[in-house]
Structures are given as C-alpha cells and as structure tokens.
Nanobody
Framework: QVQVVESGGGLVQAGGSLRVACAAS????????MSWYRQPPGKQRELVAD???????TYAASVKGRFTISRDNAKNTVYLQMNSLKPEDTAVYYC?????????????WGQGTQVTVSS
C-alpha cells in the first residue's frame, strides 16, 4: 500500500537548474531515510544523494556542491535541487524510501523521472 512517485523531471540546458520531487504515500509509519539514485543510459544505477531521519545528508562526489537534497517530513516528500547541470547528469532519476515495517527496514522505489541536460 506504499506508493513512491517522482515528479519534476524534464529537459534543461547545461548550466540550468531543475528540482525533482518524490512523495511517499499510503501506509507510511516511519521513514528512516530517503535517497535519490540515477541511471544514465547504458550505465548502472548509482546513488546521488540521501538524507537520513535526523537530516544528515550525503552526496556523490560528482554532484557535491551542485545538488541539494531536502525533505518535508509532514508531506513525506524528498526533493533534489539540481543546479549547474551538466550533460552527464542526464539520467532517469529514482527515489528510494527506506521505511520501518515492523522491526525491519524495507526499501520502496519510485518509477523514475527523466532528466535530460542538453549541451
């Protein structure tokens, strides 16, 4: 009954900005962490950024200083603000929600949203 939905992807020029969002809904009890992954065409999925329940954040080296992850706990939503975009940022961006289910942690994935950066 948990749904994870990304939004906000699109086409942007190199050097531009874009913000993607991910909302979790349904039987939400307690979210431990929310993360953004991306999968460029022909490549493996990679972690971009995550944010823990206490607000701590981590970033991939390739996006550090350009991307910012944040969350709105009241809305069970995580955002990824992407600035100074580069063509190599082009990928399908996926949201992962790590949530307590009883006494164990489960991962829930969104469907992905396409981000395309033109040169």
């Amino acid at each position: 009954q948990v749904q994870v939905v990304e939004s906000g992807g699109g086409l942007v020029q190199a050097g531009g900005s874009l913000r993607v969002a991910c909302a979790a809904s349904g039987n939400i009890f307690s979210i431990r962490a929310m993360s953004w992954y991306r999968q460029p065409p022909g490549k493996q999925r990679e972690l971009v950024a995550d944010i823990g329940s206490g607000g701590s954040t981590t970033y991939a080296a390739s996006v550090k200083g350009r991307f910012t992850i944040s969350r709105d706990n009241a809305k069970n939503t995580v955002y990824l603000q992407m600035n100074s975009l580069k063509p190599e940022d082009t990928a399908v961006y996926y949201c992962k929600v790590k949530m307590w289910s009883g006494l164990r942690l489960d991962d829930y994935w969104g469907q992905g949203t396409q981000v395309t950066v033109s040169s």
